[in-house]
């Protein structure tokens, strides 16, 4: 009965990642069947290698498919693909509306009054259910009771076989320790002087440490380097997303905060250490295959929390880098 099934996924690495479980049960129970996956350009590179994707199709409406004749030229390359059924992740009167423009006959997505018109089956989720849980509920409408749970993203052997060579030149340390201080909204942040103290702890006690993130983390990262006593190897805004994920998987443990890059590096294998603070972990946690700590603090404050204006953020101040350096110390069994 199906054939080609488009997924169209969020716009956030972590979502994104969390998702994958759902190519491999399609795959599984439908192995003649073509996946294609529609994503923004930025977390493309996510799932370039997940051999459950047949085909990866960017969208962007924000920018190259902003206008009429730009969306128009895309409804006509969907009905190309032969496409009978969509998976609509993402929460988007224009995603579903560009679907059902193009043909497809079979439209899945969460009941909003905005799209329940366009789709075909309106799905009704829990919202304590966990992301993951969110987006495995799907395979409902295709029949499916989910075989894996388990998030993945694969990493290329160019890439593993760097990361390997770049980790052999520290082997005299006790062990590398990676600390990525980014996160996609301030609030998840934990604070960069507490991954100061963190890193000098580190190094003073026998580890490397390398600091890691995006573009938009080298403020950050270049604090962190400076302020440190002891000089940790920034590599932030130098690697690619598979080769991070290669660096980070490899290393001996990963910290930061609730990330993508936390989810990136979990479902390569990695050890991640994550603090939370305004998100829960039963909600957006690892789910990866690698070993998951959480450390997160009680607070008299409702969570999740979306309130972008608080000053105190305690939630993520209560986790002291000397928790974090004790954890660590447990993992190296030191």
């Known amino acids: 009965m199906y054939k080609t099934f488009l997924v169209v996924v969020p716009n956030w690495l972590g979502d994104v990642v969390l998702a994958t479980p759902l190519f491999r049960n399609i795959k599984e129970k439908f192995p003649s069947a073509r996946i294609l996956v529609q994503v923004h350009p930025r977390v493309k590179p996510v799932l370039s290698y ?3 994707v047949d085909e990866i199709l960017e969208f962007d409406e924000r920018s190259s498919h902003r ?9 006509r390359m969907l009905k190309k693909k032969h496409i009978d059924t969509a998976l609509l992740l993402q929460r988007s009167f224009t995603r579903a509306l560009l679907c059902r423009l193009a043909g497809i006959k079979i439209l899945a997505g969460y009941a909003r009054k905005k799209t329940n018109f366009l789709l075909t089956y309106k799905l009704v989720i829990n919202p304590d259910f966990h992301r993951m849980d969110k987006y495995l509920f799907f395979l409902e409408v295709l029949g499916i009771k989910p075989d894996s749970k388990t998030s993945e993203v ?7 076989n760097k990361a390997r060579r770049l980790l052999r030149r ?6 590398v320790v990676v600390l990525h201080p980014g996160a996609n909204w301030k609030l ?3 604070p960069v002087e507490y991954y ?7 190094m003073e006690y026998g580890f490397m440490v390398f600091i890691t993130g995006s573009k ?3 403020r950050a990262a270049e604090r962190i380097v400076c302020e440190c006593r002891h000089k940790p190897l920034n590599l932030c805004g130098r690697t690619t997303i598979s080769e991070f994920a290669a660096i980070s998987s490899n290393a001996g443990i990963f910290v930061s ?3 993508g890059a936390m989810h990136i590096c979990n479902s390569a294998g990695g050890r991640v250490l994550a603090v939370f603070g305004p998100t829960l972990a039963s909600l957006t946690g690892p789910r990866g295959r690698g070993e998951k700590i959480i450390i997160q603090k009680d607070v008299p404050c409702p969570r999740p929390c979306l309130n972008l204006e608080c000053r105190d953020n305690f939630c993520m101040k209560g986790v002291l880098p000397e928790e974090v350096f004790g954890k660590i110390k447990e993992v190296f069994d030191l």
């Open 50 to 52: 997940n051999p459950f």
């Open 67 to 75: 206008g009429f004749f730009a969306r128009l030229n895309f409804i």
């Open 154 to 160: 694969f990493i290329p052997q160019e890439d593993l």
């Open 170 to 175: 520290f082997r005299s340390y006790k062990g």
């Open 188 to 190: 998840k942040k934990w």
């Open 196 to 202: 100061i103290r963190l890193c000098d702890m580190l």
């Open 216 to 218: 938009v983390d080298k």
């Open 257 to 259: 905060a609730d990330t």
